[in-house]
């Protein structure tokens, strides 16, 4: 089984975020249950890479939280939720809780997350090498968080606009 981002987005979102250990057990149901599939490893690793890089999840770290060692996948600005065919009985297969998530603390996680993005993208003094189509999809990805979570990235969207001059 190989899971889009938004798939990836879509099945997180049935519990409101999920470990990546509960997200590859929530695949591999729904894997088995469409005629006994797997889930490849790899593959899900690079979806999971891809859909981070893109904003379609988030990696959301549970400060202060009880049995809250690894951080959680949630969907992210970018992502159109759709659940997979075959997963949408994984909530009651799998014994996790939904959960409830702080929309500030996660805009910030959003925020520190996209600034990251930006610095790796934005050219460095010495190469001046820059990725406009890269530059123009933070420049996206910042409306979309902002609509997302309450948070402002005027000052970054500067930045962005100033590269793209």
């Known amino acids: 089984m190989d899971a889009t981002a ?3 987005a879509g099945v997180v979102d049935l519990f409101g975020g999920l470990t990546r250990a509960e997200l590859e057990r929530a695949l591999s149901e729904a894997a088995y249950r469409a005629d006994g599939q797997s889930v490849d490893e790899d593959a899900l690793e690079a979806a999971i890479e891809d859909a981070l890089a893109s904003f379609a999840l988030v990696r959301y770290a549970r400060h202060g939280i009880e049995d809250a060692d690894e951080p959680l996948l949630v ?15 994984v ?4 014994d996790v809780d939904r959960r409830r998530l702080d929309r500030e603390a996660l805009g910030e996680t959003a925020r520190e997350q996209f600034r990251e993005a930006l610095e790796e993208a934005l050219p460095d003094d010495s190469s001046g090498d820059v990725s406009e189509e890269r530059l123009r999809r933070l420049l996206d990805v910042s409306y979309d968080i902002e609509a997302w979570a309450p948070v402002e990235l005027d000052e970054e969207r500067r930045r962005l606009e100033d590269a793209l001059e």
């Open 75 to 89: 969907a992210g600005p970018t992502a159109f939720p759709s659940v997979p065919e075959h997963a949408e009985d």
């Open 6 to 8: 938004d798939e990836l």
């Open 91 to 94: 909530p009651h297969i799998l």
